[in-house]
């Protein structure tokens, strides 16, 4: 019993003073599964129908480059905020980012969940809730984020004792086409938002293997995720769904107790929106230099919001939304490696 308690509060929890590297790594690919889940996989299987599955593997040696670009000091949030250049692409890229994954839960939540409530409505909930948690600042949003999200990865794991079995058999009727491959860019930026946070949250000396590890993990179980959908329908069928990933989560079935397990998807889904919407927003307010309870916080949610507002009256293409996403791509990409420049000229100049 005391082994089990010190593990508990050296290995999970940690300092409580402290944020452990543990909390860290396992919030990012928890964090980084649920933008997977929440929108990532529908564009993936959109795009490339018969073989949703392969992108994140394809693109997991570019994303690699990048834990290069990661120093291994702790805290490199004065590097950014000495440099305006990057103050404003990192702002534009979360604007884009958080454009994405807000549209795609309200509207997800609007069409299976609550059809006759208000986008407006769903929209200033979340935001209400995001802004009330980024208060506490970005370390204590990792702590309370890591047990809450471990809690809902437990209940995801309901799906194990499903009677629902995989058809391997339907693989052999799905050719593997790979078609209008620059949808590839739509997304990295994914997966190197997992190394961001590393940059603004003081911890111990960073492991670059460790990291290495974290990326390689965060696209292997993402890729089973989507992997799963081809074990219980066929590319066809996913041409007539508006949320092709969803409708996986119709087919467990356990005649005891496992039955509407899309509204654990919703708990799942909503437990992402919160906590990685609340550390962009205070991401955002240390870009602008403003202290938690200013105005200034009210800034990035409110454009959001509008942004978000628009986008649903716009009722944008999937060819359209393809291209902003890998426009936000290639936006944080520009931003690691302008990171990357600024932290050596610094160095030179010291030196």
């Known amino acids: 019993m005391y082994l089990f308690g010190y593990f508990v509060k050296t290995i999970l929890w940690g300092d409580i003073m402290k944020l452990s590297r543990i909390q860290l790594y396992v919030y990012s ?20 129908p018969t073989c949703g599955y392969l992108v994140f593997l394809l693109i997991l040696p570019f994303v690699l480059i990048f834990v290069t670009f990661i120093p291994r000091e702790a805290n490199c949030i004065k590097t950014i905020l000495d440099h305006n250049y990057l103050r404003i692409i990192l702002l534009i890229y979360l604007l884009l980012s958080g454009l ?28 209400l809730t995001c802004l009330f948690m980024s208060t506490y600042g970005l370390a204590n949003i990792v702590r309370i984020g890591f047990v809450m999200l471990l809690v809902v990865l437990v209940l995801y794991t309901l ?19 790979l078609n209008n491959l620059y949808n590839l860019l739509c997304f990295p930026f994914l997966f190197l938002d997992e190394l961001l946070l590393f940059l603004f949250i003081p911890t111990k000396k960073l492991n670059k293997f460790s990291l290495i590890l974290m990326i390689v993990g965060t696209i292997v179980f993402s890729t089973g995720l989507i992997f799963e959908c081809y074990l219980f329908f066929t590319p066809k069928y996913f041409e007539n769904s508006k949320y092709p990933y969803l409708i996986k989560y119709f087919a467990y079935r356990n005649n005891h107790y496992l039955e509407h397990l899309d509204i654990l998807y ?22 602008f230099k403003g202290k938690r309870n200013s ?53 030179a100049t010291n030196n």
């Open 159 to 177: 799906t194990l004792t499903s009677n629902t079995t995989h058809d391997f058999t339907l693989l052999k009727h799905t050719p593997l086409k």
């Open 295 to 347: 105005i200034i916080t009210l800034i990035f949610p409110t454009v959001l919001a509008i942004g978000v507002i628009f986008n649903y009256k716009l009722n944008m293409t999937k060819e359209v939304a393809s291209l902003i996403l890998m426009i936000t791509t290639i936006i944080l990409t520009l931003f690691f490696i302008l990171f990357k420049f600024a932290r050596r000229k610094k160095h």
């Open 29 to 48: 690919v928890i964090i980084t599964v649920g933008g997977v889940s929440l929108f990532a996989a529908n564009m993936a299987i959109k795009n490339f």
């Open 100 to 127: 994405f994954s807000l549209s795609a839960y309200i509207g997800i939540v609007s069409d299976y969940y609550y059809q006759e409530t208000s986008h407006f409505i769903l929209l200033i909930l979340i935001i």
């Open 266 to 287: 919703l708990i799942c889904t909503t437990a992402f929106i919160i906590f990685h919407f609340s550390t962009q927003c205070e991401i955002a307010r240390i870009i």
